[in-house]
């Protein structure tokens, strides 16, 4: 099992840059695929970005394509997510996810992960 806290949220202009942090408990990270999704209000949650266990793969909503960047540092059991050019609409509750994985998966979709963390807010004013 895997406990993941995320940090690094916050209030940003239009425009500036924001990187979450994800640490995860355990000490079989390397094990894990990672997804970060979000979830506005009103809105139902949806994928942002994901990467391998080896952080060989990675994947990312249309979006953010471009602007976002997925890392991990298994040394570190950490998963980065640094956000560029943010625009009003990247605005929610960002949560990162785990899920045991083999081979260069990169799940989209919430239902196959199996861990979650608590979310942390990204504002992006106008």
């Known amino acids: 099992q895997v406990q993941l806290v995320e940090s690094g949220g916050g209030l940003v202009q239009a425009g500036g840059s924001l990187r979450l942090s994800c640490a995860a408990s355990g000490r079989t990270f390397s094990r894990y695929a990672m997804g970060w999704f979000r979830q506005a209000p009103g809105k139902e949650r949806e994928f942002v970005a994901a990467?391998?266990?080896?952080?060989?793969?990675?994947d990312y909503a249309d979006s953010v394509k471009g602007r976002f960047t997925i890392s991990r540092d298994n040394a570190k059991n950490t998963v980065y997510l640094q956000m560029n050019s943010l625009k009003p609409e990247d605005t929610a509750v960002y949560y990162c996810?785990?899920?045991?994985?083999?081979?260069?998966?990169?799940?989209?979709?919430?239902?196959?992960?199996?861990?979650w963390g608590q979310g942390t807010q990204v504002t992006v004013s106008s």
């Open positions: 996810a785990a899920v045991t994985t083999t081979g260069w998966s990169t799940p989209r979709t919430w239902f196959e992960y199996s861990y």
């Open positions: 990467i391998s266990w080896s952080g060989g793969s990675t």
